[in-house]
């Protein structure tokens, strides 16, 4: 069993409140950190130039377009949060000045669900009686919101952090000296890709290969794309002179 259904566990579990999960952000920052990393790696190869360069940029790389991440998640998450804010003082509004009108959406939504005569009644009842659980009740039955919130600022961090993390994987092989070519970078991206794969499925029905296959393939298509088109460019400009 995922978890114990002894009464002091389940209260103590509920007590705590409901676990908010920032995975998303995580392999949001994690991919796009190293996809972009690769990107520039790629091309500064290809254009010749020493490890040196390649650390400079990448290093710039990650900490501008991982700031940059991090604050357009942040601001993300906020806007979806003070909109949530929004509905719910509109909700409650309506609650306090047209109680029966409110109880009438609750009789359709619940009606739709199944509830007939005295059960529905009831239900309706018993949803309208604390406002604090009619509230909830419309923000999720009819605007689809969740019951808690997510942290724009724990949200930014998790973006942040694995856009750092993951996106300085392709630079290692320079921190260290080895052989400086894009295919190594791309090895090291491509493992990347895949243990993050292999890590969120932790939290998915999947298996942990299959998940690590899929995302895998996912990133490495995106960081293929990257290398495209920077050796396009790179053939235009040798094309032009530059």
Same mark, same amino acid.
């Given at each position: 069993?995922?978890?114990?259904h002894?009464?002091?566990?389940i ?32 091309g ?8 040196g ?21 942040y ?6 949060n ?16 047209d109680?029966?009108? /409110? ?5 359709q939504?619940?009606?739709?669900k199944g509830? /007939?005569?005295? $059960? ?8 309208? #009686? ?10 999720s039955?009819?605007?689809?919101l ?15 952090? #694995?856009?750092?993390?993951? %996106?300085a ?6 921190i260290?000296?080895?052989? #400086?070519?894009?295919?190594t #970078?791309?090895?090291?991206? %491509? ?20 998940s690590?296959? $899929?995302?895998?393939?996912i990133?490495? %298509?995106?960081?293929g794309?990257?290398? %495209? ?14």
């Amino acid at each position: 069993m995922e978890h114990s259904h002894h009464p002091d566990d389940i209260a103590a579990r509920l007590a705590s409140g409901p676990k908010i999960n920032y995975l998303r952000d995580w392999i949001y920052g994690g991919i796009d950190g190293a996809v972009t990393t690769f990107a520039i790696v790629a091309g500064v190869i290809g254009a010749e130039l020493s490890a040196g360069i390649v650390l400079i940029l990448g290093v710039a790389n990650l900490v501008a377009d991982g700031f940059s991440m991090a604050a357009s998640n942040y601001s993300g998450t906020k806007a979806e949060n003070d909109d949530c804010n929004r509905i719910r003082q509109i909700e409650l509004r309506h609650i306090r000045n047209d109680p029966e009108g /409110e109880r009438e959406e609750l009789r359709q939504i619940y009606r739709a669900k199944g509830f /007939e005569g005295e $059960e529905l009644e009831e239900m309706v009842k018993l949803l309208s #009686a604390h406002e604090e659980v009619w509230v909830q009740t419309m923000l999720s039955e009819e605007y689809g919101l969740p019951n808690v919130q997510r942290s724009a600022g724990m949200a930014a961090l998790a973006t942040f952090i #694995a856009f750092i993390i993951c %996106g300085a994987v392709p630079l290692v092989p320079f921190i260290l000296g080895l052989e #400086a070519s894009a295919m190594t #970078a791309a090895y090291a991206t %491509g493992v990347v890709f895949f243990i993050i794969g292999a890590m969120k499925a932790k939290w998915s029905t999947q298996s942990w290969y299959y998940s690590g296959l $899929e995302t895998f393939i996912i990133g490495m %298509g995106a960081a293929g794309m990257a290398y %495209g088109i920077g050796v396009l460019l790179r053939g235009l400009a040798s094309g032009a002179g530059v």
